[in-house]
Structures are given as structure tokens and as C-alpha cells.
């Protein structure tokens, strides 16, 4: 864990400022703008870009990628230039939590893959960005996101580990465990053999 040297009135307003930029729900928004619909009645309901690309558009896929990928990373970087490194950590892991249970939706959001990607990247660029390529291989070798999705947050800690980053440990610890909590039911449909592959429509 970090050393904490901001204030504790200073960590408050990080994880606030931190979960309101994460609760913006960019697929929703993104897809109501393009008549695509209401995420929440499509395919698996997800508001994330996997449930986006379910719609059968590519750009609006990406498009809430980089937008929830980059909610994660603002986070982590508003909050280490105007505090530190313990604010930035803190910001970021509410920027993911705001994701997963967003207000404006009654607490009822993503599985927080992107933004938990995103903020790795803002923490520390290597890390993150060995988690991404876990995960693009995971999604090469099975063509499931979210199987692709749970072994890249089951290896972020060793990779925060061994790539220099022990502070770090215990962040990705948590985010994986919320990672796999997110994920309950799409495990259970992996094992079922039942999971759709990445591409499917809706």
C-alpha cells in the first residue's frame, strides 16, 4: 500500500471527485445518441463496450472503450498532480467502483473491465499495460471477454509484483476480487459452456 500523506478531509473529496467521474455511464450515453437503444435491454444488459459491440456497432464499441478506459486513468492523474500517490489510488479505485454501481443508475452499472484497465495505465503505464495484454491474448485464445476480463484482473497483482510495483498489490488485489464478484454469472455460463463469444449480437 501506499504511504498516506494526504489529509483525510483530501482522500473524502478524491473518492468522491474519483466516483462521480466513474459513474458516468459513457456506454448508455453513447448508444441513446446513436439510437442504438437502452444497453440494460440488450444482450447481457451490461452498460460496457462489450454489450456496445453487441449492437453490431464497431464504432460505438470503441468509442465507450476509450471513454471508460479513460475515466480510470483521469481519475489516477487529476489526483496525483494536485495531491499524491495515496489520492490517486484512492481515486481510482472509487472512478471503478462509480462504474460498477453508479448512482444516476440505482447503483446498477458495468463490469468495470475498461475503467479498471484505464486506471492501471494512469497508476503505472507497464502494469497496465501487461494487464491489457493479458488480456488481448486471453481474448485470442478463448474469444470470450469475459474470461479474457477475469484473467487479467487475476494477474494484475503479480504482475504489479513483478514488474516493480508493491504498492500497488493490494489495489489490484481488491479490483480483482470485485473484478470476479462482477463476473459471477458469466463464470457460471463459461462453465456451462454458454458465454457468448466476442462479436455476438444481442
Known amino acids: 500500500m501506499p504511504l498516506f500523506e494526504t489529509a483525510l478531509s483530501g482522500l473524502i473529496l478524491w473518492a468522491v471527485l474519483g466516483y462521480l467521474l466513474g459513474s458516468i455511464p459513457f456506454g448508455i ?9 437502452d444497453l440494460r435491454k ?11 459491440l453487441r449492437t453490431g456497432n464497431k464504432p460505438a ?16 492523474l487529476i489526483a496525483r498532480q494536485f495531491a499524491g500517490e495515496d489520492a490517486a489510488q484512492l481515486a ?24 479498471f484497465l484505464g486506471l492501471l495505465l494512469g497508476l503505472a503505464f507497464p502494469l497496465g499495460l501487461a494487464a491489457c495484454a493479458t488480456w488481448v491474448v486471453g ?15 487475476a494477474l494484475a497483482p503479480v504482475w504489479a ?8 498489490v493490494v489495489l489490484c488485489v481488491v479490483l480483482a476480487v470485485i473484478v470476479w464478484g462482477r463476473h459471477h454469472a458469466n463464470i457460471a455460463r463459461i462453465v456451462r459452456g454458454e458465454e457468448p463469444r466476442i462479436g455476438k449480437k444481442g
Open 29 to 37: 450515453v453513447i448508444a441513446r445518441a446513436l439510437g442504438l437503444g
Open 92 to 115: 481510482g479505485l472509487c472512478a471503478f467502483l462509480g462504474h460498477c454501481f453508479p448512482v444516476w443508475l440505482g447503483f446498477k452499472g458495468g463490469k468495470g473491465v475498461a475503467t
Open 161 to 168: 509484483w513483478v514488474l516493480g510495483y508493491p504498492s500497488m
Open 139 to 153: 481474448a485470442l485464445l478463448t474469444r470470450i471477454s469475459s474470461a479474457s476480463a477475469l484473467l487479467a484482473a
Open 61 to 76: 464499441a470503441l468509442a465507450t472503450l476509450i471513454l471508460d478506459s479513460f475515466k480510470g486513468a483521469a481519475a489516477v
Open 42 to 52: 440488450i444482450g447481457s444488459g451490461n452498460i460496457g463496450a462489450t454489450n456496445v
